[in-house]
């Protein structure tokens, strides 16, 4: 059993963060929130040429045939960006689920497109009210009753919703179940579509925090108090090793439920569900800890929406609640220790 990466992941996950600071520089994450649909112009396309849009997508539909382990590091770069464009539902949770249980024709309709990025694919929370990038999308992945259906955009109607993150455009979704958009009316599809959510802002809000982190620490070694650096102060240092602690906890576990996601129950692969909840409680709280402790170092100056620590705070307490909170996740663990 291995579990580091592969230089060929390691590669991968280096180009995307190489794009994406050049082209989702935080000014560019900061005019997503006035675009109107959330967008860094240019960006989307450039993940679909790179191939990060199908990484999950089969290769005979245009895709790169790889899979959720392949996929978790691109998912902490797109974080640690705070990449507004909707690649997670997109790439980590709509494509997989369509490719693994569509019919037939639902997949060949809308993998190759979705891979190449001529679609837009988004998918609900089975445990939220809400949808992301909903109003772009051709295509969203929702549950209801133990079922999953592919909703064509003409075929539900959105009502925009306020975010903390205004670079997150959510929407709360209208329709009604069909044969024709029926994907699976087994549960436990329905649970792999919250894992597979789950698991994907986990790794974001991975790459969410290390950002923070880098910010912090680069904000105390430059702010004088006194005449010195206040990163020389003890309890300062706490609040940043806290943060690299918290992270490096787990950051491991995500890889680890990306492991059990790609290879299924069994030694090797051992729980999905459990080791995917028990990674999205960790890096909640990892990023929550994140978040309070960069605002308390930053200070005042953390407070105001000119600086780009908001960019990543705000980013990081969405990622913490969305597709399950800890303490939801939490008792998903429990429950599967208990009935396992």
Request: contains cysteine.
């Amino acid at each position: 059993m291995r579990f580091a990466f592969t230089d060929d992941q390691v590669l991968f996950a280096d180009t995307v963060r190489g794009i994406l600071a050049a082209e989702c520089p935080p000014s560019a994450v900061r005019s997503a929130w006035d675009d109107p649909e959330g967008r860094v112009p240019g960006l989307w396309e450039t993940l679909a040429a790179t191939g990060v849009l199908g990484v999950a997508a089969p290769g005979s539909h245009g895709g790169l045939g790889m899979s959720t382990c392949d996929l978790v590091l691109l998912l902490e770069e797109l974080g640690y960006a705070a990449c507004p464009e909707p690649v997670a539902e997109h790439a980590a949770v709509a494509i997989p689920i369509l490719r693994d249980h569509a019919p037939g024709p639902l997949a060949d309709e809308w993998l190759g497109r979705a891979a190449d990025g001529s679609a837009v694919l988004t998918a609900g929370a089975p445990i939220d009210s809400f949808v992301l990038a909903a109003e772009r999308a051709d295509l969203a992945l929702l549950c209801t009753g133990g079922e999953v259906h592919a909703v064509p955009a003409d075929a539900f109607a959105s009502t925009p919703l306020r975010s903390v993150d205004h670079a997150r455009r959510l929407s709360r979704v209208d329709w009604s179940p069909t044969a024709d958009t029926l994907v699976s009316d087994d549960p436990s599809v329905v649970d792999e579509v919250l894992d597979r959510g789950a698991l994907a802002a986990a790794a974001q809000a991975v790459g969410v925090g290390r950002r923070l982190l880098d910010l912090t620490v680069a904000y105390v070694a430059e702010r004088e108090q006194f005449g010195r650096p206040v990163g020389v102060n003890q309890a300062v240092k706490h609040h940043c090793s806290n943060m690299a602690i918290a992270l490096e906890f787990a950051a491991p576990m995500v890889h680890k439920a990306a492991w059990s996601r790609t290879n299924g129950e069994g030694p090797e692969g051992g729980d999905p569900a459990i080791d995917v909840a028990m990674a999205k409680a960790l890096a909640s709280d990892a990023v929550d800890l994140a978040c309070r402790s960069a605002l308390q170092c930053h200070g005042a100056i953390g407070y105001t929406i000119e600086h780009d620590l908001q960019l990543w705070l705000k980013r990081g307490w969405a990622l913490s609640a969305s597709w399950g909170d800890a303490a939801h996740h939490r008792r998903r663990v429990a429950v599967g220790l208990l009935t396992g």
